[in-house]
T-cell receptor, first 112, second 115 residues
Framework: EDQVTQSPEALRLQEGESSSLNCSYT??????LFWYRQDPGKGPEFLFTLYSAGEEKEKERLKATLTKKESFLHITAPKPEDSATYLC?????????????FGTGTLLAVQP | DGGITQSPKYLFRKEGQNVTLSCEQNLNHDAMYWYRQDPGQGLRLIYYSQIVNDFQKGDIAEGYSVSREKKESFPLTVTSAQKNPTAFYLC??????????????FGPGTRLTVT
């Protein structure tokens, strides 16, 4: 069964303390892996798409990487405004085109 | 400004009443989706549509209905048959996946409370 697991469920960092969020997946064939940021009471905001192992994408303090079994979202020198829930999702071959499978997210809190 | 709008932001209904949630996009995307989000669970797909006048059930379609009469619009009706309708509902859209991109863009959500 296709599955996406995110860890940790929650992470508390001090401002400037770098860390990584993990997204591990088991799918029959990966079309793409996606990272989203979600603020409380709002819709998810698209961050990155990764298509193949070894690919990396960066945006400000965030960097996403992909291997054949997992993806990491590295947060360098985070600020309080980076506090949010980060969601990972995959799109697989064999399923309906465009159907995404989501993890349950990592709730990140960055304290000043 | 291109984007996805959902209305209303908050919706309150009594048990036994049907309610329709609105979703409109001006991104010229072919595909549209409805998800529900509950605390501690990942987003779950209710219905999706890849083209006007066609839609497919997602993983949790029971108690819901949709229509896709226009490319820009994909309303969701929560019927009285849905046993646990209180949730945060999210609409999304994407360019046709057959062109090789699959990321979905989300609206701001509608929080539905049924008492």
């Amino acid at each position: 069964e296709d599955q996406v697991t995110q860890s940790p469920e929650a992470l508390r960092l001090q401002e400037g303390e770098s860390s990584s969020l993990n997204c591990s997946y088991t799918v029959s064939g990966l079309r793409g892996l996606f990272w989203y940021r979600q603020d409380p009471g709002k819709g998810p905001e698209f961050l990155f798409t990764l298509y193949s192992a070894g690919e990396e994408k960066e945006k400000e303090r965030l960097k996403a990487t992909l291997t054949k079994k997992e993806s990491f979202l590295h947060i360098t020198a985070p600020k309080p405004e980076d506090s949010a829930t980060y969601l990972c999702a995959v799109c697989n071959y064999g399923g309906a085109t465009n159907k995404l499978i989501f993890g349950t997210g990592t709730l990140l809190a960055v304290q000043p | 400004d291109g984007g996805i709008t959902q209305s209303p932001k908050y919706l309150f209904r009594k048990e036994g009443q049907n309610v329709t949630l609105s979703c409109e996009q001006n991104l010229n995307h072919d595909a549209m989706y409805w998800y529900r989000q509950d605390p501690g669970q990942g987003l779950r797909l209710i219905y999706y549509s890849q083209i006007v006048n066609d839609f497919q059930k997602g993983d949790i379609a029971e108690g819901y209905s949709v229509s896709r009469e226009k490319k820009e619009s994909f309303p969701l009706t929560v019927t009285s048959a849905q046993k646990n309708p209180t949730a945060f509902y999210l609409c999304a859209s994407s360019i046709d996946g057959d062109r090789g991109t699959y990321e979905q863009y989300f609206g701001p959500g509608t929080r539905l409370t049924v008492t």
